[in-house]
C-alpha cells in the first residue's frame, strides 16, 4: 500500500480537551511528566468532572476530549465520564492509559462512546520496554491492547522517542500491523518531570537522528495501512512559524483547577486559565499568553527557555532552523485514506 504525508496545520475549527481527572498512576515511569506539585494529587469527584466536561463541550462544534492520568483507568468513575461526554455531544472521545486498563473499563464502555483507547508503549521489546515503564509493563500493555481490539475498539499506541529506544522503532510498524492497530503517535521524549532524575540514561535524539528515523519508519507504517502523526520539531528557515497558543483552541485541564494552553508550559504555574467554583477564569499577568506574543528567530518562545539545547547556532550567531510548535504535527495515511 502507498502512503502519503502531510504536515498539519493546527485547525483552528477544532477544540481539543486534554482532561487529566486525576494524577494517581499504578507505574513510574522514568520520563513521565506528570509533576504534583504542579498538577495537584486530586482525584477529582464525578460530579465535578461532569461539571468541567460541560463547560468546554459544545455540540455545535467539534470538540474533542482526551482522558488523561496520571492512569485514568484508576479512577473509578471513567465509564460515567465517557458516558456523560457522549452525552454531552463530544465529537470524539479517547482515553489514553498505560494499558491495564482497571475497573473492567472495556466492559463499560462500548465502541460507539470510545473513539480510541491509546496505548503507551516505548519499546518494540519488553526488555526496552521495561527499563523505561517498569517491570511487567510490556506484558500489560500489550494483552490490554489486544484485548481492547478483540472487542472491537479502534486502537492507537503512542511511543515516546529518546535515546534509549529509537533503536526499536523501526521494529514498531510489523508489531502494530500484527496487534491490529489504526494508528500510531511518535512523541519526542520532553525535558521535564521526572526526566530530570533520570538524565544521565535517558535523551532527546540529535536532529540527525530524529530525521534519519522516524519519517521512514512513518512511511513503512503509512505502507501497513497505518496513519502515523510525529511531531515536526524542526523547520527550515523558510518555513512558517505559529504558535498553537495564539492560533488553536487547546485545554490542558489538571485536577487542581490549572488550564494550560501549551504543554511546554506545565511545570510553571504560568498556566493562562484556571477553574474556580467550576468556572473558567483568566490569570492573571504574567503567565503563558504573554509568552505566546513573543517573536524569536528561534521559534518556539518555550522550547528557547526550557530545551535550549535542541537549538544550534551558525558562527554569526543565527539559529540554523527554527523550532516548530510542539503541537504542530506531520501525518502519514496510507493512500487510500490520504
Ligand atoms: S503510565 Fe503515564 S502517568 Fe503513569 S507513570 Fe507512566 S507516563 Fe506517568
Ligand atoms: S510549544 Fe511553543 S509554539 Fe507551541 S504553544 Fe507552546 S510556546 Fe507556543
Not at 504534583?36 to 460530579?47: F, K, N, S, V
Not at 490542558?252 to 494550560?260: A, L, S
Not at 467550576?278 to 499577568?285: F, N, Q, R, S, Y
Not at 551558525?314 to 532552523?321: E, F, K, S, V
Request: glycine share 6%; hydrophobic share 35%; with cysteine.
Amino acid at each position: 500500500m502507498r502512503s502519503s504525508k502531510k504536515t498539519v496545520a493546527f485547525s483552528k475549527a477544532a477544540v481539543n480537551v486534554f482532561f487529566h481527572i486525576l494524577t494517581k498512576c499504578n507505574l513510574s515511569c522514568r520520563h513521565c511528566y506528570i509533576n504534583p506539585d504542579e498538577h495537584g494529587q486530586r482525584t477529582l469527584p464525578i460530579e465535578t468532572i461532569q461539571k468541567w466536561l460541560k463547560l468546554f463541550g459544545d455540540p455545535d462544534q467539534e470538540v474533542n476530549v482526551i482522558f488523561l492520568g496520571g492512569e485514568p483507568t484508576l479512577h473509578p468513575h471513567l465509564a460515567q465520564a465517557i458516558h456523560s461526554a457522549k452525552e454531552i455531544g463530544y465529537h470524539s472521545i479517547t482515553v489514553d492509559t498505560n494499558g491495564y486498563l482497571f475497573h473492567d473499563i472495556l466492559d463499560k464502555v462500548t465502541v460507539d462512546e470510545v473513539d480510541y483507547f491509546s496505548f503507551s508503549i516505548d519499546g518494540a521489546t519488553e526488555k526496552t520496554n521495561d527499563q523505561l515503564r517498569g517491570e511487567g509493563s510490556y506484558q500489560a500493555c500489550t494483552q490490554g491492547l489486544l484485548r481492547a481490539v478483540e472487542k472491537g475498539f479502534a486502537t492507537s499506541v503512542i511511543y515516546t522517542v529518546s535515546s534509549a529506544n529509537l533503536h526499536e522503532l523501526d521494529q514498531m510498524p510489523a508489531l502494530l500491523a500484527k496487534w491490529g492497530v489504526k494508528r500510531f503517535f511518535i512523541q519526542v521524549l520532553g525535558i521535564r518531570g521526572k526526566w530530570d532524575a533520570h538524565q544521565e540514561s535517558l535523551n532527546q535524539v540529535s536532529q540527525k537522528e530524529w530525521l534519519e528515523v522516524v519519517p521512514q519508519v512513518a512511511e513503512k507504517a503509512g505502507e501497513m495501512g497505518i496513519t502515523v502523526t510525529y511531531p515536526k520539531v524542526f523547520l527550515a528557515s523558510d518555513e512558517p512559524f505559529e504558535c498553537a497558543g495564539l492560533v488553536a483552541e487547546n485545554y490542558f485541564i489538571f485536577p487542581n483547577g490549572r488550564v494550560y494552553h501549551c504543554p511546554l508550559c506545565e511545570d510553571y504555574p504560568i498556566h493562562a486559565h484556571a477553574l474556580v467554583d467550576d468556572t473558567l477564569k483568566a490569570t492573571p499577568k504574567i503567565n503563558e499568553n504573554d509568552l505566546f506574543h513573543l517573536s524569536i528567530p528561534e521559534g518556539c518562545v518555550m522550547n528557547r527557555l526550557i530545551q535550549p539545547q535542541n537549538i544550534s547556532y551558525d558562527a554569526d550567531g543565527i539559529p540554523t532552523h527554527k523550532i516548530a510548535c510542539c503541537l504542530l504535527k506531520e501525518e502519514v495515511r496510507p493512500e487510500k485514506d490520504a
